[in-house]
């Protein structure tokens, strides 16, 4: 797959770029009107508003939008009103089929898990659906780690075809065969089982620029930040993921 072959151009620190270049390929292969990655997971603490209930203890803690679709704000206004919703009327199949093939790479079909009468019945066709002209909805997910999964969800209108089944497999091997750029977005993001916290979408601005080497004072004056409150990132960011120093976590960035 040429995709694949594309996304090696980009390196660790550019993951976000390349989820980009993938969202918008696959956006294309499989004629959506939009898409955007998601990244899930549970058992991390994040001081954010950002946070909303996925499925089974997961939270989408951040997500990337496909070019050309939603904006980042209408991702997550939409992901904030599913949340809602959720929590009212109970989780959507879409949601119960991604928690029963946990630990594997997967695509989930809507025709795989009900008909068109039973799913117009759902009330997330109803309330959630319909009200964002939403007819069709095709996810797939990668399993990065015991606490950590990397999401992606691709629509289409209420005018178009439903997805098929070849574009579930499609979507599936795709996924399949990007799994370093997956574990990239979440470590990037202290996503992984070895950090205690997620970072702060400022503290993920400073560790970007410590892993390229730039000095204390040299990041401070990019960010345009004070040195002791850019001291007070580092710091932070050492601590969430357990390491004591630059060296070590050059070296836990080796490792991906």
Known sequence: MQLWHDLHKFTALQADEAMEMFLGRMGEILHSCCGYW??????????????TDLYDGYEAVDFIAMPGGLSHQEVDDRQAMYSQLSIKHGVCPIAVASVASRGETRA???????????????????????????????????????????????????????????????????????????????????????????????????LKLILTGDTEKEIAEHLGMGRSTLHHHVIAIYRKYNVRNRAGLQALWGRY
């Open 108 to 206: 989930i079909l809507r025709h795989d898990l009900m008909n068109d009468e039973e799913w117009e019945r759902e009330w997330v066709y109803q309330k959630f659906y319909q009200v964002n002209d939403i007819g069709d909805r095709l996810v797939a997910l990668y399993p990065v780690d015991s606490q950590s999964e990397s999401c992606v969800v691709f629509d289409r209108k209420v005018d178009q075809d439903y997805y098929e089944a070849r574009d579930r497999e499609l979507l599936k091997l795709a996924m399949a065969g990007v799994g370093q750029l997956h574990r990239e977005l979440m470590l990037l993001r202290g996503g992984v089982d070895n950090t205690s916290r997620l970072l702060t979408p400022r503290e993920r601005d400073v």
């Open 38 to 51: 998601v990244a899930a997971a549970s058992g991390k603490e994040l001081a954010s508003s950002m946070k």
